[in-house]
């Protein structure tokens, strides 16, 4: 499609049968070779306590990930503010930026465990299909993992005894003050991080709803990330949010909008869907607060889901319906519709498959395609 960058977003996940190890040496490999098929970028995501997601650090994996290429941009999909401080955040990515200047984006989320949650005055959201095809399922409900014990144990690593979060629009604008060289404390103290202050960063928001995370992005004038493969029923909403409250910056004078698909592409459709069979009962885990499971091979998969009740399946029925699973004509198709019904200006890309060998294919395949629709 004439104009659209596809990025990848990887949370480096470890496959059945394979390692942490292995899989961060595989992601590494997976950027230089998405760097040769021209991919615009290469995030990497921020997951804990998921046996198989080994994507735990944005920062160090950058840091590696920027040594083995050279002209992709690089960043996070995203660093998880909610257990982090704006100092920390803006000095790492300065660490990275002193050597590799000009290739950074930095992208911003909420906070890790934390549920997508609507817009307080949002609207009824869409449902169903789109007038040029895209499927917008129900909105799943997270209700079942408040308070649950997981969620809770993550949250409790993650932060400092007693520590309270900073309120998610004013953390913002403090990376961004600290990034500027502008800081003031509320006593009118000057803080300037080196390396940090000067950083030449892309600054992105990510968010899976209307409400704040769009909000912010739309109100400091930054590039907003929308994520259908995370929650597809709100993804409309999040994409008018944040064009709703966009004001233009010295970074950007219109909204700039990426938004991302879970895709697997192979040479024909029902090699795809074969590939593809592990993502119900990965999904599965992750929504059960088990945990991402190592990707499951075809087999396992059956095995796990012949077991299932209809409330496991429908546990996991927005996601998969909303997988982007085919040859690449196929899947091409589906993303054309994504583009066209966000209005997004590029796709940010994210797969997982049993294999290092088939993942790096069906980058390949895509981009082949893609090229050839330009």
């Known amino acids: 499609m004439s104009g659209i960058p596809l ?15 292995e899989a961060l040496r595989q992601s590494i490999e997976l950027a230089r070779q998405t760097e040769r098929f021209g991919y615009a970028r290469y995030w990497f995501a921020e997951h804990h306590l998921n046996p198989g997601v080994a994507g735990t650090s944005p920062a160090v994996l950058l840091a590696l990930t920027a040594s083995a290429t050279s002209t992709i941009r690089i960043g996070s999909g995203a660093v998880q503010l909610g257990h982090r401080t704006a100092l920390s955040t803006v000095e790492e990515f300065g660490l990275i930026d002193a050597l590799h200047p000009g290739r950074l ?20 959201p869409f449902e169903g299909w789109t007038p040029n095809g895209l499927r917008i399922p129900a909105r799943f409900s997270f209700a079942h993992l408040l308070g649950h014990p997981r969620v809770a144990l993550q949250q409790r690593l993650l932060n400092l005894p ?16 600290l990034l500027r060289g ?3 404390s509320p006593e009118g103290l000057e803080a300037h991080p080196v390396p940090g202050e000067g950083a030449d960063l892309q600054v992105w928001i990510l968010g899976s709803s209307g409400g704040v995370s769009a909000e912010t992005a739309g109100r400091e004038g930054l590039r907003f990330a929308a994520n259908y493969h995370v929650s597809p029923a709100s993804v409309l909403e999040a994409a008018e949010g944040y064009r709703a409250a966009f004001k233009p910056s010295a970074a950007l004078d219109r909204p700039y909008l990426t938004v991302s698909a879970d895709v ?3 040479e024909d459709d029902a090699t795809a869907r074969e590939l593809a069979a592990g993502y119900a009962p990965w999904v599965h885990s992750i929504r059960t607060a088990e945990g991402a499971i190592p990707y499951p091979t075809p087999q396992e998969a059956r095995a796990l889901t012949d077991r299932w009740t209809p409330a496991d399946h429908a546990l996991v029925e927005d996601r998969v319906e909303t997988q982007f699973v085919g040859s690449p004509k196929t ?3 589906h993303l054309e519709r994504l583009q066209e019904a966000t209005g997004a200006d590029e796709l940010l890309i994210t797969t997982i498959t049993p294999t290092p060998a088939t993942r790096i294919n069906s980058y390949r395949l895509l981009a082949r395609e893609w090229a050839r629709r330009s």
Do not use: H, I, N
Request: charged content about 20%; cysteine-free; glycine content about 10%.
């Open 331 to 333: 899947v091409a198709d």
């Open 7 to 21: 990025g990848v977003l990887d949370l480096v996940p470890v496959t059945s049968g394979s390692t942490a190890a």
């Open 105 to 124: 984006d930095l992208g911003l989320g909420r906070s890790a465990g934390r549920p997508p949650q609507p817009a307080p005055d949002a609207a009824p």
């Open 264 to 266: 697997v592409v192979a």
């Open 182 to 184: 502008d800081y003031r």
């Open 162 to 177: 007693g520590a309270r979060p900073q309120d998610y629009a004013e953390q913002v604008a403090d990376v961004l003050a």
